[in-house]
């Protein structure tokens, strides 16, 4: 067993888990953050999709003891004081979604795309960011609307536009 401790949505945790135990395990069956999903166990669709330290992985590709004393962020604690965050609302607004599977990941996917390429984003940008994570249901039009209103609406929110 190999003791981890990190900041999950803000709160302190810490657990003594196998050394193997992937972080998207972790988040799911010890901590019960089951908005994060598992779709295909090898980091092709983007269902897994968190925030470490503010950028967007797949949690199927981590040891949670990699992430010992760093920061999640999972879907659940993007909503804030009982709202949604923009991101999430945006989605909900322009049904950005069908069978919901792929939402978590794409959300999560959406807020890191907005924090690093800023608030006014193309289709074909979003389009092209949105490369690996799969909507089985093929909703991507509802959901390049809604990542496109969810960036117009985060524009109050801090950003950090990476140079390009």
């Given at each position: 067993?190999?003791a981890?401790?990190?900041?999950v949505?803000?709160?302190?945790?810490?657990?003594?888990?196998?050394?193997?135990?992937?972080l998207?395990?972790?988040?799911?069956?010890?901590?019960?953050?089951?908005?994060?999903?598992?779709?295909?166990?090898?980091?092709?669709?983007?269902?897994?999709?968190?925030h470490?330290?503010?950028?967007?992985?797949?949690?199927?590709?981590?040891?949670?003891?990699?992430?010992?004393?760093?920061?999640?962020?999972?879907?659940?604690?993007?909503?804030s004081?009982?709202?949604?965050?923009?991101?999430?609302a945006?989605?909900?607004e322009?049904?950005?979604?069908?069978?919901?599977?792929?939402?978590?990941?794409?959300?999560?996917?959406?807020?890191?795309?907005?924090?690093?390429?800023?608030?006014?984003?193309d289709?074909h940008?979003?389009?092209?960011?949105?490369?690996?994570?799969?909507?089985?249901?093929?909703?991507?039009?509802?959901?390049?609307?809604?990542?496109?209103?969810?960036?117009?609406?985060?524009?109050?929110?801090?950003?950090?536009?990476?140079?390009?």
């Open positions: 067993m190999s981890v401790s990190l900041t949505n803000g709160k302190a945790v810490t657990a003594d888990i196998d050394p193997r135990t992937l998207v395990q972790y988040l799911r069956e010890t901590l019960r953050l089951t908005g994060t999903h598992v779709g295909c166990d090898t980091s092709q669709c983007g269902a897994c999709v968190v470490l330290d503010g950028e967007a992985i797949k949690a199927c590709t981590v040891l949670a003891v990699q992430c010992d004393g760093r920061s999640v962020t999972t879907i659940e604690g993007l909503a004081g009982g709202e949604l965050h923009p991101m999430q945006a989605f909900r322009h049904h950005g979604l069908q069978c919901g599977y792929c939402t978590p990941g794409m959300i999560m996917t959406a807020v890191d795309l907005v924090r690093r390429k800023g608030n006014s984003l289709e940008t979003i389009r092209d960011e949105l490369e690996g994570n799969i909507c089985r249901c093929t909703g991507y039009h509802n959901i390049v609307k809604a990542i496109a209103a969810g960036a117009e609406n985060m524009a109050g929110e801090p950003q950090k536009v990476a140079a390009e």
